[in-house]
């Protein structure tokens, strides 16, 4: 009736660039570029299932998923809330984990894809069926969180203080309404 899955994933990423000088040195640069920790499963059995995702990756800290999906009635209908990628692109419902590139297109940004706040109405479509099917409203913003203060500088060192929230609510409410109809072949995952 009850299951936790503790998941985690790193993604290190190198780059070497040789420098054309009079001394041809090679310049190379480390970062982790994601360290996610997941936590899922269900409660009470199928019928409530829930996901927590965090990412300490580049040095900053930032919650990326936590959702609740509740089946409503005995069939696939599912309702969906909380935070989540929003299910427009398949490349940005496919984990980052399980893409052929170490990064998604310059394209998967100029459509708005991302994380967002939200509910929706769906089948099982990240379970592979025939035909998927969301709807969904959205909070319009995304889950990189924003300053907003004020910063003090101390003109005598040069260090800058602020104060303020971080956050990744929006500050105008832009709503996103979100419909996806696909159709799946084989094993393609949803």
Do not use: C
């Not at 982790?32 to 936590?39: D, E, M, T």
């Amino acid at each position: 009736k009850f299951l936790l899955r503790i998941r985690s994933r790193v993604q290190p990423y190198l780059t070497m660039s040789r420098v054309k000088t009079p001394a041809a040195d090679w310049l190379g640069a480390f970062e982790i570029r994601r360290a996610r920790l997941v936590f899922e499963g269900n409660l009470h059995g199928d019928n409530l299932r829930y996901k927590f995702q965090t990412d300490f990756g580049k040095g900053d800290p930032t919650l990326k998923d936590y959702y609740a999906d509740v089946r409503l009635g005995s069939g696939a209908l599912w309702l969906r809330a909380g935070q989540y990628k929003r299910p427009f692109s398949r490349q940005q419902i496919t984990s980052s984990g399980k893409l052929e590139l170490v990064e998604r297109g310059i394209t998967d940004r100029a459509f708005g894809a991302g994380r967002d706040i939200g509910i929706a109405l769906r089948n099982d479509y990240e379970k592979s069926v025939p035909i998927e099917w969301t709807v969904g409203l959205y909070n319009g913003g995304t889950d990189r969180p924003a300053v907003s203060g004020d910063v003090t500088v101390d003109p005598m060192t040069g260090e800058g203080e602020v104060s303020g929230t971080l956050s990744n609510a929006v500050a105008t409410w832009k709503p996103v309404l979100v419909g996806r109809v696909g159709i799946n072949h084989g094993k393609l995952k949803g």
